[in-house]
Nanobody
């Protein structure tokens, strides 16, 4: 079982910034996997917010976060990050990292709360 560990969440005001991080075990073949950040709000399914390629590090974002979120990865450290700026109340949720393809073995996630 691969355990991903997310961290860095918190409460910020509208317009604030936050950086969340994820670390994967050595056994997870992290560098071979396209990775993503997902967001979940109460009563709703997880939504893929941003992803990053394992081949060239190319990022993709959903429209609502383009220009505000930046995803990055460090394959030598098995880590991934999501820098978030100009945060909005609708960015609130629990953020999880996982593979783009066949995500499983979800971690605890990290709570991001944007207060207005």
């Amino acid at each position: 079982q691969v355990q991903l560990v997310e961290s860095g969440g918190g409460m910020v005001e509208v317009g604030g910034s936050l950086k969340i991080s994820c670390i994967a075990p050595e056994s997870s073949h992290f560098r071979l996997r396209a990775m993503a950040w997902y967001r979940q709000t109460p009563g709703k399914n997880r939504v893929l917010v941003a992803s990053i390629s394992s081949l060239d590090g190319a990022p993709k974002y959903i429209d609502s976060v383009k220009g505000r979120f930046t995803i990055s990865r460090d394959d030598d450290k098995n880590t991934m990050a999501l820098q978030m700026i100009s945060l909005r109340p609708e960015d609130t949720g629990v953020y999880y990292c996982n593979s783009v393809n066949l995500p499983r073995d979800w971690g605890q996630g990290t709570q991001v709360t944007v207060s207005s």
